[in-house]
């Protein structure tokens, strides 16, 4: 496509280091996280403006060319995935903080701005953007509006869309909105209809977002289990008696083992399960809060319980959480990584169908669940370098989806449909 | 209940959702209008209707569909009043932390529709982040469903989201699914006056740093208000009162009042009083039940000085503003004890200079709704709502595939044209 009229319009536009259409830069395009199906884009674009990307737009439609929007390219289902060819915009060079408003507690940003600069940005001022995915140093806020990205402190301080309350976007005409940043009860609320609607209604370019306050204090805990019924049934008791976790983060048999394979922290290989659970608000309830949490450990059959006494050992219980991508990476040359969600109560019952399923395809799958709300991270081991491996792996992936509905959840808790969950809405939405 | 605000030829009460979508399909084949009826605690909000029609009376659906209280959701049918859903709730200690108005008669559908809210939001939000499942008859008399029953789900567009506010025209809410919270162990509000408002606005700045974590934070203005019902009258000097409210557990409602007070009288604001837990309830339930004839929406930081120019405007009113969320709430009722409705003799809501307000608000970025306003049949749906904004037409395109035929709620919105 390297000299067609649409490449040299959209040098002419945007400038031509703005524009990228030879072979070897595009083929950096070809896929995101998921990296399961690829498809090289006809020209790639890098905006610096809303007024580029708008121009884009325009001409891409009247030379009836797919626009595919991109971020950081950290999908984990193929959203930035050019299936149709033509244009992918990537939001990466409008990467400016515009303003930090602390009086109004909000800030407003350009879409590629990185998740962790911004927060990285308010240090000090005590106050963060709490939509942190695992992927935060790279994944851009843009790309968590289109993705309602969620992460590890969810149950406690909700996903993406409850942070965001204004949008400019530019919509498939070129048209320019600006979903103003003050509430209009007049208006259907197409902001919560833009967050999450992973660039199928428009191209995000500036976003006002909610800040909120650093948390006095934290207190960090780790209880191993003999089940996952077990680690389970203490989130329950946590929850039932009105404590709301930061975070609670349950690593199943498998993923342990996984990260003690690799990286030797010396957790136990026969037990069932591992919650990382962590509590944080104003310092003085959180002794009272962390023995209560402990009791109910105890009380679930917890063998092993340790809790952080300091920054430095929050750290490292942490760590053994936040290790298990570097550990799945050292095990096994491909890992699908899935998102299901099931009503919390039911993980123990998912966790066992999971099993089944691995056994069945003979692929190792392990699991990490953001337990507080039931969402389930069923990694699925393979070799891609071996097509029936690849297409066991994607068969697996989809009975552990349609499982999740059984069990009367979703098929994606915050990673989102991109290419690869298109064919299971219609299941979804009929069960 | 009275319907009055809508022109009824009947009112049909379905049992059930197959029901309610049997009268929507009948009414699309005549093109004729649809009014949805929860507990008419808000008929008169929105514009006018256009021409008469049939009321949908929801409350024959106020079933509990399913409470897991372990997962922390409930689903329930739209007809289910609010206080009957608390009641529910209250046996696992859990809520919606949404202040919600007429309570007793007030229904979960109705209450998506229309997204009330009240001082908490400043902590918790407002109904949009509680709705996490939809069931729907859109205006061709087709079922629907959005969301689910987990809390969190991203699959497909948040078509929760579009139903909360949407006042009818996307289609007749029969079944919600919310989340819910547990129950707080303890509250407190602690209540300053200040002499002016620059003072006032010195206080809310310095409450962006505090080292509490406050549910509510509200401003409370004008002659109805210095009378202060609840809270006794203001000093003669005083212009405006500044609540902020405390939950949590013992400890830390404790320890947030103590730490507020040291703050405050750091920074020589004198005399606050605190309202102990013990008395603490009636005082949320008063701030959380205000009446307002008007609603001005502002950033946070521009909330003193709109309150300022609506006192220039008329000094009679009489203000509530969750000032935290620049959320400012007028009313030309004499007092501000419920009900609101205005009777003959008392100033009639025409001579309200919302016109002038909603330039003004304008010019900060904000807009004016119109509330309540029983007794003037001439207020368009332009003149309650303002003018359309940006996204107008992509609301009217939106709109017009649920509701083809405009039968849901005509006039009561207004999609610019
Ligand atoms: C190691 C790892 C850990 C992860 N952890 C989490 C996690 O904890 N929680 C979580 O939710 N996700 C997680 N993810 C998934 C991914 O990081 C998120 O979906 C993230 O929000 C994507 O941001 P991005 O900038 O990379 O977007 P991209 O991957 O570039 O794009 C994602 C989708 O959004 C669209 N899009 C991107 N930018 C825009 C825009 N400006 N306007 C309109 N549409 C746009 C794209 O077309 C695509 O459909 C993880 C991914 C990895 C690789």
Redesign the pocket.
Known sequence: MIHTPLVRELRARLGAENVLSAPSELAVYDC??YTIERRRPDVVVLPQSTQQVAEVVKLAKRHDVPV??????????G??VPLGGGVVVV?ARMNRIVEIDLRNRMAVVE??VPNLRLTQHLAGTGYHFAP????QA???I???????????HTLKYG??VNHVFGIE?VLGDGWIVRLAPVENPRELDLIGLIVG???TL????KIWVRLTRDPQDYRTMRAVFNTVDDATRTVTRVIAAGIIPAAVELMDQGIMAAIEETMHFGLPLDAGAMLVIELDGPAVGLDAQQERVIEFCRDCGARELLHAADSRQRERLWQCRKSS?AALGRLSPSFL?QDGVVPRTRLPEILRRIAEIGRKHQLRIVNLAHAGDGNVHPNVLFDDRDPDQVTRALAAGRELLEACIQCGGSITA???I?IEKVDLMERLFSE | MTTDALPLTQTNAPADAAEVAEVVRGAFRDKMPVYPIGGGTALDYGGRPTAPGVGLSLEKLSRVIDYPADDMTITVDAGLTIAELAEHLRTHRQRLPVDIPHADRATVGGVVATAPSGPRRYAYGTMRDYVIGVRVVDGTGMEFSGGGRVVRNVAGYNICRLMVGSLGPIGVITQVTLMVRPMPEASALVVCEVGDFDAAERILAALVHTQTLPAAVELLAGPAQQQGAVLGPMLESSAARVIVGFEGSELEVDWMVGQLRKEWSEAGISTPITIEPADAAAAWDWLGGLPADVQINVRPGATVAMIEQVLRLDSRCSIQAHAGNGVIRVGWSPSQTPPVALSPSETPPTTLPWRELRGAAAEAGGNVVLLSHADDRQLTARDVWGPPGDAATVVRAIKDRFDPQGILNPGRLDYGS
């Open positions: 995101d996280a595919v929007p991109r971020g950081a390219g950290t999908s984990l289902s959203g930035c939001l879409a590629g942190d995915p695992a992927s790279a994944s851009t843009g790309g968590n509006v289109a993705t309602n990205a969620g992460g590890p996903v993406t976007a609607s992973e660039g428009g191209i995000v370019t991508g990584c915050e990673h989102g991109g």
